[in-house]
């Protein structure tokens, strides 16, 4: 089976999908129609958490298993030492568009409030849903036309120092924002972009973007007057001491 | 941490989200063993169904944004990512050479047999009951795709009936279990999902 199936073929294959009873292609036909119909990724959640109910009621795992896990995370996450910063070389991308450490440092002066980042831990830093590429990409674009036609929201246009990069984010006034749009050079998989609010002195990480980021919903708490997008470690840091890629304040 | 013990599992996820072991550990602890037991009973083979029990809990660590609360509870999106790892593993040229190697020497019919008997042993006495209200054709249909990790075109020739007919009674029988569920007040996601405490595995 190949090509775009319609929402009734898809919904005679949705027990099945649930269950991964279905072959590869009919996979990839299934998803793809999740993705904008809402309907349908409830009735899968449905199916999955009665399928849950057949899982075997109890037993236990191996215990030395955990410790195998809690040893590979290390490899795996940032710091989570709020002191550990990660001190990152300027030269470790080479090629792309991202400003240099004295371009981004004129971005900043405009943006006089943010500086350079990273000099204030949040305990607010933590990693925000990349829907867009996942089930609820639609529920995503419906938000974020929401915001963007809610006559309270405030655009934030963030540049870099050339105006080469540039990414625009709305934000409504319960501090829910959503990154729209952007050229943000793709990263490689070990580097991330991460997104930081300026509130007060503080800069707060509001989400790890990813190497390549596409839409992407946030929340950001307390009185917001600037944001920034730096490149950081895959998985994100808790504080930054590099310069931002783009900026903008509120408008 | 007490405070994690007591948490919610949409807590824990938020709390995996800033990078806290000890929320991954609770989530372990309340979770494992599920994830373990049924990638164990779908591949049989202990060693891959650690693989599996560890590739699920790395990939919450690593993308906790995956899970939506909103959309069910964390119980069920883990054993769903572990189904569907387990099931690729199965499927895997490997795999399929040995099960087929056992369905040779096996009658589909004792397959089915033996297939319920250890799904029977397994289950809580409230799901049992659920689904022993299911017709028994519905039944067949979904324990041989669960629990067999078959597609529904397998089931099809196992059971000898079209195609059409296997997916229907798939889905119909999800359904007539989620009403059962329901109606015996252990309601599959009911508001958002939430309504059963899972933390108590």
């Not at chain 1, 995370?73 to 710091?79: K, N, S």
């Amino acid at each position: 089976m190949g090509g775009e199936l319609s929402h009734a073929e898809v919904t005679e294959l949705l027990g099945v999908y649930a269950l991964d009873a279905v072959d590869a292609a009919e996979s990839a036909a299934v998803l793809a129609h999740l993705r904008n119909c809402l309907q349908c990724q409830i009735e899968v959640a449905e199916h999955r958490e009665v399928a849950a109910f057949l899982a075997p009621a109890t037993s236990a795992a191996p215990e030395r298993l955990w410790d195998q896990i809690a040893e590979s995370l290390e490899e795996a996450p940032p710091p989570l030492e709020l002191s550990n910063v990660r001190q990152l070389g300027s030269g470790r991308r080479s090629g792309g568009k991202i400003t240099t450490f004295a371009a981004a440092a004129a971005a900043i002066a405009a943006v006089a409030v943010i500086g350079v980042l990273g000099l204030k831990v949040s305990d607010d830093s933590r990693r925000i849903d990349q829907m867009a590429g996942g089930t609820y990409g639609t529920q995503l674009n419906r938000a974020t036309s929401a915001a963007l036609a809610d006559p309270r929201a405030r655009l934030v246009d963030l540049r870099s120092s050339g105006d080469d990069v540039s990414a625009q984010a709305v934000v409504l006034p319960d501090g829910t924002g959503y990154v729209v749009k952007n050229n943000l050079p793709a990263l490689d998989a070990r580097h991330t972009y991460q997104l930081w609010a300026v509130v007060g002195d503080s800069k707060i990480s509001v989400g790890v973007l990813g190497p390549d980021p596409g839409p992407t919903g946030f929340k950001a708490a307390g009185d917001v007057s600037a944001f920034a997008i730096t490149e950081e470690a895959a998985g994100g840091v808790v504080a930054s001491d590099q310069s931002p890629v783009v900026v903008g304040r509120l408008s | 941490m007490t405070d994690l013990r007591d948490a919610s599992d949409g807590a824990l996820v938020v709390a995996i989200g800033r990078w806290r072991e000890e929320a991954l550990a609770e989530a372990y602890r309340r979770h494992a063993g599920a994830v373990f037991a049924l990638s164990r009973r779908l591949l049989v083979d202990r060693q891959m169904a650690e693989e599996v029990l560890q590739e699920v809990f790395l990939r919450l660590w690593n993308q906790p944004d995956r899970f939506d609360p909103e959309r069910g509870s964390l119980r069920a999106y883990l054993l769903a990512q572990t189904h569907g790892r387990s099931v690729d593993m199965l499927r895997s040229e490997t795999s399929r050479r040995r099960r087929e190697e056992r369905d040779a020497r096996e009658r589909a019919e004792s397959v089915i047999d033996i297939e319920r008997e250890v799904i029977e042993l397994s289950m809580s006495e409230q799901v049992k009951d659920v689904v022993a209200t299911l017709p028994v054709d519905e039944r067949r249909a979904i324990e041989l795709a669960y629990f067999g990790g078959h597609t529904y075109r397998q089931v099809a020739v196992m059971l000898d009936e079209p195609e059409g007919t296997v997916k229907s009674r798939i889905r119909s029988g999800l359904r007539r279990m989620r009403d059962g569920l329901v109606a015996a007040g252990l309601s599959p996601g009911g508001q958002n999902g939430m309504g059963v405490s899972w933390a108590e595995n």
